[in-house]
Nanobody, 124 residues
Framework: VQLVESGGGLVQAGASLRLSCAASGRSFSSYDMGWFRQAPGKERDFVAAIDWRGGMTDYTVSVKGRFTISRDNAKNTLYLQMNNLKPEDTAVYYC??????????????????WGQGTQVTVSS
């Protein structure tokens, strides 16, 4: 499966952005999906994950209550709605796909396919 992220940009603190991840190739609805982010000089970190049906989600504690992961299997698209953005959310955001696992995977090593990333910059 090929993944292409979009929707990043430069915003002020408190603003919102919605990231999209368009999938093509093998059946999108067969995969659990995740969002990760990597800030300059830091490791890539887990942000959120959603199961193949869209019924289960998981979030890292720093984004819980502010970010929402969702998917539209009919449109082969994954989303990340980001509200009340903070400067510490600044990073390159990546979407990733893996074969279904229980519980949802938080480790990047568990994911098989990755997009190229989209930059999110939050100014204070």
């Amino acid at each position: 499966v090929q993944l292409v992220e979009s929707g990043g940009g430069l915003v002020q603190a408190g603003a919102s952005l919605r990231l999209s991840c368009a999938a093509s190739g093998r059946s999108f609805s067969s995969y659990d999906m995740g969002w990760f982010r990597q800030a300059p000089g830091k490791e890539r970190d887990f942000v959120a994950a959603i199961d193949w049906r869209g019924g289960m989600t998981d979030y890292t504690v720093s984004v819980k209550g502010r970010f929402t992961i969702s998917r539209d299997n009919a449109k082969n698209t994954l989303y990340l709605q980001m509200n009340n953005l903070k400067p510490e959310d600044t990073a390159v955001y990546y979407c990733a796909a893996n074969f279904p696992k229980s519980p949802l995977a938080r480790s990047g090593a568990a994911y098989d396919y990755w997009g190229q990333g989209t930059q999110v910059t939050v100014s204070s």
